[in-house]
């Protein structure tokens, strides 16, 4: 993305809203620095990342702190000619405090897998996880720097001799001057305390006018010169002792500093990581704070994806309270790659415009998108916009020639991931050429297979958009009764401009307005007003987008009863586990001190596990399939189910048509299951592993914690897309492994995927299976 569109599309601007929630300079910085992903697999990481964070957030409390900038710390030690002053010590150990608070919220893998409770936040856990904390500089540091960041005493036996050594001399010095102030009747003669130090030295405070009184040295006077910093000659031999001390201190010192510098030096990966894991982590709370500030959540991108952008607002205007910025609809069908928004004028088409490539930016950034869940954009890595008026007086340039300059230049790199968004093009030259030119060209980028947004007043435009069945028409609509705009669009037809209203509304004269009328439609029967049937459309446009606008109130008010159902039954479902784990803790007490017999025993943990059993398996019947059984016949080899008693997921591996029972492996564990103990998980987006291996979001399950998925006859991009989404849902789903089926072919294939493994911060390792197993054409990947 050049900078040219970021600025017409004002992203700098919401990038300065990002910063204003990040704590730290790096987080601002970060932020101010973002740009949109190249890629599909860094763009779905990065929104699942985000999504991560929020729950993790809410999960943990965690806050972000602030901590200082090192890039200068870093430089330093990266050059290898000298140490850290004490100001980077203290910030690097800032910075690994904020570290090592972060690292702890997270705990570690093993703590994970002992919890027996899937993360909410798997990504985010691997890159903290991946994050080996350099405890040799945290230790350094902590022994060594005080909490106002001073070298401690007992940072080296020789730095602890100086300063006892000066602690010595300072007493002496005391109690010498005093005996010496007092011998000699000096009190009145002194401004201030009895000792000071000037010139690194201790010196008395003396009375100007009493300097010649006595023997010694002067070393300088206050500003207003009513006081000589005087040093008495019994104090010089004290003085020098002082001094070598001083000098055998800072020597220490030096040494202190060059052995906590050569600590970092050794754990410079180390630190550099804690200090991004940091960055990163504030960037992502200023995420979770814009998408509260905007009412936004991550949209999601992929290749080929629909455009949908249910109840989306300009990101700027949602961040201003007095812009009131109303959502619209930007919904294009499958076989559409065009847009065309026509209608009056200041009626919203321009907001609609950027609204649509704002959106992409923020999407393609990782950043939460102000539209409604479930929206979603293809990728595009190449965003044009002709906007504004790109005049140039200065090189004796118009808007319409400048226009055709910047196009004639772009259009050998414009293709299928190309977004371009045409305002007014053609608008700066005669109407009909216009319209014919700004037709043209967007037959050309549609059929470079780009997508194309445009705004125009052209009729014959207009006509172009109703069609031709490549590209959706779209008006923005008024306020039938008073002519405001709604900031609303109505697809599949037109817009009126209605430059004839505006005119009247700023004053022109009503005879203008009606020579207006009778040049605009000079062969119409008398009584027949066209502009009628454009304002019929509009109120009809209107009452239909109140109605939609009721519906999905009443849908979000039943998703959020489903949601409170869902999460008061969690709490019954808890509460009821830990009074059965209760009951069976004291079952087995009351066996074991021999106060019941063992049958007795058994027969109430069976009435205890025929409890939680009846309570999961009515809940999962209410939620997954109301007002039917479910039978044995619903059930094949391969499917994936989910198991109510454990409420876990399984995958079915036998059926016993005898018996009418299911064989199922839950994560290596297999079991004997009644056909109403289960449910299929189709409705849920699951669907049976014969089925999964053959799309390209998910891969068969190959055995107790490991994932297989096949790639063969895929395209390098298309396989590394799959592949990342496998990589994610087996980290999800606690799974440690992958075999990943690539054939061995000219190993074009294989070395793509190999390159993305090497890449990807989830993947521990990998090699290529033996003979036996596929040889060239598999890859073993074991997973974090």
């Not at 053609?426 to 109407?431: C, I, R, V, Y």
């Not at 897309?721 to 690539?742: F, P, T, W």
């Amino acid at each position: 993305m050049n900078e040219r569109t970021l600025n017409l599309l004002e992203f700098p601007k919401v990038l300065d809203l990002l910063a204003k929630h990040a704590f730290s300079e790096p987080g601002r910085e970060a932020c101010l620095a973002l740009r949109p992903h190249p890629d599909a697999y860094t763009v779905a990481r990065e929104n699942r990342v985000l999504g991560e964070a929020f729950a993790w957030f809410g999960d943990t409390g965690h806050k972000p702190a602030d901590f200082p900038p090192l890039d200068g710390l870093f430089s330093v030690i990266e050059e290898s000619r000298t140490h850290l002053d004490l100001d980077d010590l203290a910030g690097l150990k800032a910075v690994l405090a904020e570290a090592r608070r972060a690292l702890d919220e997270f705990g570690t893998p093993e703590n994970a897998a002992q919890s027996g409770r899937d993360l909410r936040w798997p990504l985010l856990a691997g890159e903290a996880w991946a994050v080996k904390f350099p405890e040799k500089s945290w230790s350094g540091l902590r022994r060594c720097l005080s909490e106002q960041g001073h070298l401690k005493d007992e940072s080296s036996p020789e730095l602890m001799a100086a300063r006892a050594g000066i602690r010595e001399v300072h007493k002496q010095c005391i109690k010498k001057v005093k005996a010496y102030v007092l011998e000699n009747n000096l009190t009145n003669y002194l401004q201030d305390d009895y000792v000071t130090i000037s010139s690194d030295r201790y010196v008395l405070p003396l009375k100007s006018s009493y300097k010649t009184k006595l023997p010694g040295i002067i070393h300088d006077y206050s500003q207003t010169g009513e006081t000589c910093y005087f040093e008495p000659i019994f104090l010089v031999d004290i003085n020098n002792q002082a001094q070598e001390i001083r000098q055998e201190e800072r020597a220490a010192e030096r040494e202190v500093l060059r052995l906590l510098t050569s600590f970092a030096r050794d754990e410079f990966d180390q630190l550099t990581a804690c200090y991004d894991l940091l960055t990163r982590l504030d960037v992502l709370h200023a995420k979770a704070g814009l998408a509260e500030q905007l009412d936004a959540s991550p949209l999601e991108v992929a290749p080929g994806a629909p455009i949908v952008l249910r109840e989306v607002r300009h990101p700027l205007l949602a961040a201003d309270p007095k812009a009131k910025a109303t959502s619209l609809d930007i919904v294009l069908e499958e076989h559409h790659r065009g847009l065309v928004v026509s209608g009056g004028n200041a009626g919203g088409k321009t907001v609609c415009l950027k609204t649509l490539g704002l959106s992409a930016l923020m999407a393609m950034s990782g950043l939460p998108v102000p539209a409604e869940e479930g929206s979603t954009l293809p990728l595009w890595d190449r965003l044009f916009v002709f906007m504004g008026d790109e005049q140039s007086l200065a090189d004796h340039v118009s808007t319409f020639t400048a226009q055709i300059e910047r196009l004639s230049g772009l259009l050998p790199s414009v293709g299928e991931t190309t977004l371009v968004l045409l305002d007014e093009f053609g608008a700066g030259t005669d109407p009909a050429q216009g319209a014919a030119l700004a037709q043209a060209v967007i037959e050309d980028l549609l059929e470079r297979g780009a997508t194309v947004a445009a705004a125009t007043h052209f009729p014959a435009l207009k006509v172009f958009a109703l069609t031709d069945e490549r590209v959706r028409a779209a008006s923005v609509l008024f306020d039938p009764a008073t002519k405001k705009p709604l900031y609303k669009l109505a697809f599949d037809q037109v817009g009126q401009s209605q430059a004839l209203d505006a005119a009247r509304e700023h004053g022109l004269p009503d005879s203008v307005l009606a020579r207006a009328e009778s040049i605009l439609n000079p062969n119409l029967p008398e009584g027949v007003d066209p502009s009628r049937i454009m304002e019929r459309l509009n109120e009809l446009a209107v009452d239909r987008e109140a109605e939609v606008a009721n519906l999905r109130k009443e849908r979000k008010k039943l998703k959020e009863r489903e949601t409170k159902l869902k999460e008061r039954f969690e709490k019954e479902k808890d509460k009821l586990f830990e009074e059965v784990r209760a009951a069976s803790r004291r079952i087995l007490r009351e066996w074991q001190d021999r106060k019941i017999s063992h049958k007795q025993a058994m027969r109430e943990l069976s009435e205890a596990r025929d409890k939680v059993r009846d309570t999961s398996k009515d809940a999962a019947q209410d939620e997954t399939r109301p007002g039917r059984e479910v039978s044995f016949e619903d059930f094949e080899k391969g499917q994936a189910v989910r198991y109510l008693p454990w409420g876990k997921k399984a995958v079915v591996e036998e059926l016993d048509p005898k018996k009418k029972l299911l064989k199922v492996d839950i994560s290596g564990v297999s079991l004997w299951a009644r056909p109403e103990d289960a449910t299929p998980m189709e409705q849920g987006g699951a669907q049976p592993a014969a089925r999964i291996a053959k799309q390209q979001d998910a891969a068969a399950v190959a055995g107790a914690g490991a994932m297989r998925v096949d790639l063969r006859g895929r395209r390098g991009d298309e396989a590394v897309a799959e592949l990342s989404k496998i990589v994610d849902n087996a980290l999800m789903r606690n799974v440690a492994h992958i075999e990943v089926v690539h054939g061995k072919g000219t190993g074009a294939l294989r070395r793509e995927v190999h390159s993305f493994l090497g890449h990807s911060p989830a993947v521990a390792g990998y090699e290529l299976a033996d003979e036996e197993h596929g040889g060239d054409g598999v890859t073993l990947v074991e997973l974090r």
